[in-house]
């Protein structure tokens, strides 16, 4: 049994970035940005007024201004303001020539083309040329594109993005007791579900996954679904990875080659964890029991998806909060506990039988025990992993 971190970094070491393609600014949403995004002009590229009103050279309090034309967002006013003059102005307009404040049409009374200023208080309502961004100014990938990003890229004029390539996840369910969710189990039988869970995490974090049919527990059967991995670049069973008899990945996988990292980590749930290359696949071998293939999915899984999309190889984000309660010591697995916070801290759940997909289903954390742990009391800070 290695340690996770031993794990994690044997996989990295299998992992490199998959190619770039470009997208356009509307699909680049959940993609990884590959190339840097350059701004060839400034945002706004003028001087724009920040509300509706009216834009003078110099005013006082009292002052009644002749208005002699206006600029609204799109079209300019040609000329020049000068001294005892306004232009109406509105939101997003670029600032006429001459102009160095806007007054605000709540502040002003209008009579006809006249304007007396009635307050003068405040900032001057102008925003400058490239308060936003200047031309030359870069977002740097690699970086996860959220919403935000595609409103920036918009502005920046970039009508398409550089992005990884998705990667192609093959998902292997193995079991002779597994139906698919919806059809009729036999009396012995239950329904996959880990592979359904892993497809959603896949999807989320911009992979391609795809459902390959369920692996009976014999060599041919095994073998068979191996064969239709076709050009994944990933590969992920689960089940059948532990020392049952009908535990028969590890040696399928080794028959069509797999050259295996590792078999076996320090930690719970995932002690049968294997992973190694299949061709030119990464393989992932994950324990059966739902929760430990889960929280696999979140330990490796999706950081191996992450650094394949060009992100940093790293581990899955921690943060730390205090917990609620005392903890007994941990044993020599590094243990995944699933968890709940709220205002007062961290809680870990009482069942942490690796079977329980409901408690995961409550949980929004998975707290972390380091292996030997010493017992740990409320109040304390322990790390976790948000769900
Ligand atoms: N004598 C030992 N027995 C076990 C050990 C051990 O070290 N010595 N390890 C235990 C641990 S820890 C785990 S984890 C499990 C993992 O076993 P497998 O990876 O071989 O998984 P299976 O035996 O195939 O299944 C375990 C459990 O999970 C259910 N399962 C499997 N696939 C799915 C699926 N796609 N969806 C829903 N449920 C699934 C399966 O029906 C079993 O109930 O081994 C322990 N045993
Ligand atoms: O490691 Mo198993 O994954 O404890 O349930």
Known sequence: MIPVEEALKALFDLVAPLETEDVPLLEAHGRVLRADILANRDQPPFAASAMDGYAVADASVGQTLRVIGESSAGHGFAGTVATGEAVRIFTGAPMPEGAQRVVIQEDVTADGNRITVGDLSGTTHVRPAGADFLAGFRVAAPRKIRPADVAL????????VRVSRRPRVALIATGDELVSPGEVPGRDQIVASNTYGLHAMLRDVG?????????????????????????????ITVGGASVGDHDLVVDAAGARGMERSFYKIAMRPGKPLMAGCLGVAVMIGLPGNPVSALVCGHVFVLPVVRAMLGLP???????????????PENGMREHYMRAFRDAQGITVFERQDSALLSVLNEADALAIRPANDPPRSKGESIEYIPL
């Open 153 to 160: 890229f918009a502005a920046m004029n970039a009508g398409s």
């Open 207 to 235: 992979a391609e996954p795809r459902m390959l049919p369920i692996a009976r527990d014999t060599h041919r059967s095994l073998d068979t679904v191996l064969g239709l991995v076709d050009d994944a670049d990933l590969v």
């Open 313 to 327: 190889a790293e581990p899955a984000r921690r943060a730390s909060a205090v917990l609620t309660h005392d903890l």
